[in-house]
């Protein structure tokens, strides 16, 4: 039997102040002289941090407004460099790497000695995983300990505890001692906001967080700073990823608005309030923010001079934006970002590239046009990286399921499984085994369910699968989720499972009851139970959200 997938998109489950006491210090020009020898370029003597270039690391950069700065008193003496420093703190908890790199090197510039300015750049190099340049940044820090207050010696200190404990992130006994000397010295800097902010991060569940995760503990301590410092951009940002985490989106909404407000010129802030904006049922004005943030980010490579490959950011937040395209049907609109995706290079985290090659294809599987799909197909299973091969080879076999072709299924899921194996032995083996895993595991569970003689198995894995997608709470696995969970009811309709199709299109509202194809997915499970009026609500409700979809998009859904 051919399955005919009309919106399957294939899992990915898938990526600042500092106050205090200020240590009057005398600095003498032969000093300085001699410490600006001390620090050449390129960053560290290295050409590359972490794949981005140090030239570009270096590059210098304008001072801008509303980038999610906060008060960070220094022992610098140097307005400008005390200013530069602040920025770059607001874009390393935005996420900005470069700008946070290239704002600390300017701080540099002007003040030679700034400690916290190689403190920030070694936080800066951990999230671009490169471990040589941060550990290099740090120890510049500890040659320059003469110029550091007693605070800033505790952060230089705790740059290596730190640094330690991301060596070896499950390390339990590294975490705790990490989480231990912060504490030990918020008892001694009580009024320092980025303690108090790195104690937050620190129960994330690895010593390399930084903001993302959530745990309640996280978001009490989080809450602690906007009391002892109201309007701190950083705290809210970090609500929102902990609030998410939480399933309490509304509140992680509340967050959004203010980070955003604040912080109007950050890409990520605006995109952060998208998040959640899509997850409460205001796709238009996720849409919108997703645009600003794209325009903000597209203006600053045009203006610097530099290619949005060495910004993470960029590829994330178009991925989004093209998931909330086919959330309302605007399928053209998606393709053309998954195309610019796939297209461009990923010279940070390499191991990770199939993030960028698996949503062009598996876009074009959804609307029926695998003929087009099959050459990046073809070329992702003999690619580089075992990750890109791991996904080709899912990709593949949905096709193959979809023409009917199970034993050609099962060989592209032996293939993917031996990849994804192959795979967890190479670097960041715990995440990549997180973002990989799902699919194989989708894969055979179809396979499963479209087999008559493994249908029971079939059934209970796809139910695992969709307990497990129903539980996504980041933006990108979220709306995935969502369109797994619909393309499940699909398939259960194809197979003539009217219960189990019941059963998911339940799921489905609970995951999202404001999605169109949610109202859609309503309106047939009416229509199966005789319940006119109920299917012709549900029909309305969707046409309604789906105003702006494609034509295309709605003659497959609504017929002609």
Request: hydrophobic residues 40%.
């Amino acid at each position: 039997m051919k399955l005919v997938f009309l919106q399957l998109s294939l899992p990915v489950l898938l990526l600042a102040s500092l106050t205090g006491n200020v240590l009057k210090r005398s600095q003498s020009d032969s000093d300085t002289h001699d410490e600006l020898r001390a620090v050449q370029i390129p960053v560290c003597g290295l050409t590359h941090v972490g794949g981005v270039p140090s030239t570009l690391l270096r590059q210098s950069v304008a001072l801008r407004a509303n980038v999610g700065q906060f008060p960070a008193p220094t022992s610098t003496k140097n307005e400008k460099a005390q200013a530069y420093f602040e920025q770059g703190i607001g874009y390393l908890h935005g996420y900005a790497l470069v700008e946070a790199a290239r704002s600390f090197h300017e701080a540099l510039r002007h003040d030679s000695t700034m400690v916290m300015a190689y403190v920030g750049l070694s936080r800066v190099f951990t999230q671009l995983d490169d471990s040589k340049a941060a550990y290099e940044a740090a120890e510049t820090a500890q040659k320059l300990v003469r110029y550091a207050s007693e605070r800033e010696q505790a952060h230089i200190q705790l740059r290596f505890v730190q640094l330690k404990a991301v060596d070896s992130l499950q390390n339990k006994t590294l975490l705790k001692a990490y989480r231990a000397a912060i504490k030990q010295q918020l008892k001694r800097f009580p009024e320092d906001a980025e303690l108090w902010l790195m104690a937050g991060n620190a129960y994330e569940g690895q010593a390399s967080g930084r903001g993302q995760g959530s745990s309640w503990a996280g978001i009490a301590i989080y809450e602690k700073v906007l009391r002892k410092f109201p309007n701190h951009p950083s705290a809210h940002h970090f609500l929102i990823h902990a609030y998410e985490g939480q399933a309490k989106y509304q509140k992680a909404l509340e967050h959004g608005k203010a980070y955003a407000s604040m912080a109007s010129n950050l890409a990520h802030a605006l995109h952060m309030y998208a998040h959640d904006l899509m997850k409460t049922g205001n796709s238009d004005e996720a849409i919108a923010q997703m645009k600003q943030t794209d325009s903000i980010e597209r203006n600053l490579y045009k203006s610097d001079r530099y290619e949005p490959m060495y910004d993470w950011h960029h590829i994330h937040n178009i991925s989004l934006l093209a998931l909330c395209y086919q959330y309302q049907g605007r399928i053209g609109e998606a393709e053309e970002l998954v195309k610019e995706r796939y297209m461009t290079e990923r010279p940070i985290s390499p191991e990770q590239t199939f993030y960028n090659k698996m949503g062009y294809p598996a876009l074009l599987i959804n609307q029926n046009r695998d003929a087009e799909a099959m050459p990046m197909i073809t070329g992702l299973t003999t690619a580089k990286t075992p990750g890109e091969r791991s996904i080709g080879h899912s990709l593949l076999g949905m096709i193959q399921l979809k023409k009917g072709q199970l034993d050609l299924a099962r060989q592209s899921l032996k293939a993917s499984l031996a990849e994804l194996k192959e795979a967890k032995k190479g670097k960041n083996s715990g995440r990549l085994s997180s973002w990989l895993e799902p699919h194989p595991k989708f894969l055979a569970a179809l396979i499963a369910l479209s087999d008559p003689s493994e249908r029971e198995k079939g059934l209970a894995d796809i139910r695992k699968f969709q307990q497990s997608a129903h539980k996504q709470f980041g933006p990108d696995p979220w709306a995935e989720a969502l369109f797994q969970l619909e393309a499940i009811v699909q398939v259960a309709w194809q197979l003539n499972l009217p219960e189990f199709a019941e059963e998911s299109t339940k799921l489905l509202a609970k995951h999202d009851p404001n999605y169109p194809g949610t109202h859609h997915a309503l309106a047939r499970l009416a229509t199966h139970k005789g319940d006119i009026a109920t299917a012709e609500r549900e029909n309305q409700l969707a046409r309604q959200g789906w105003a702006k979809a494609d034509a295309v998009f709605l003659a497959q859904n609504f017929g002609k």
